[in-house]
């Protein structure tokens, strides 16, 4: 069974950080480029970041870039999210996804394109 847990989010004040992980288990994650998309309250599906099967490439929606930095450790079948100079409009539920297609390094941002199983981690940035 495909599974993605998704953990690490909580409340924080703007200005802070928070680590973002996503496990996953059933297929191997080497094989997807995988990214972390989130939805805030009333939104739809915003893709944040992706990454490709081996690390090497990393793409950022503009509205994160130089704040998030993803990785990905394919030994542990784990994807990360590192937050920092978080904004009150970063609030939101993020998912990890990964791509509907294996062995592709295209790192692409259309949220139609991955798919996810988790319940998300929500991240909440208030004073």
């Known amino acids: 069974e495909v599974q993605l847990v998704e953990s690490g989010g909580g409340l924080v004040q703007p200005g802070g950080s928070l680590r973002l992980s996503c496990t996953a288990s059933g297929f191997l994650a080497s094989n997807y480029v995988m990214s972390w998309v989130r939805q805030a309250p009333g939104k739809g599906l915003e893709w944040v970041s992706g990454?490709?099967?081996?690390?090497?490439?990393?793409r950022y929606a503009g509205s994160i870039e130089g704040r998030f930095t993803i990785s990905r450790d394919n030994a542990k079948n784990t994807l990360y999210l590192y937050m920092n100079s978080l904004k009150p409009e970063d609030t939101a539920v993020y998912h990890c996804e990964r791509r509907r297609v294996a062995y592709s390094d295209n790192v692409i941002s259309d949220v139609n394109e991955y798919e996810y199983w988790g319940q998300g981690t929500q991240v909440t940035v208030s004073s």
């Open positions: 990454i490709s099967r081996g690390g090497d490439d990393t």
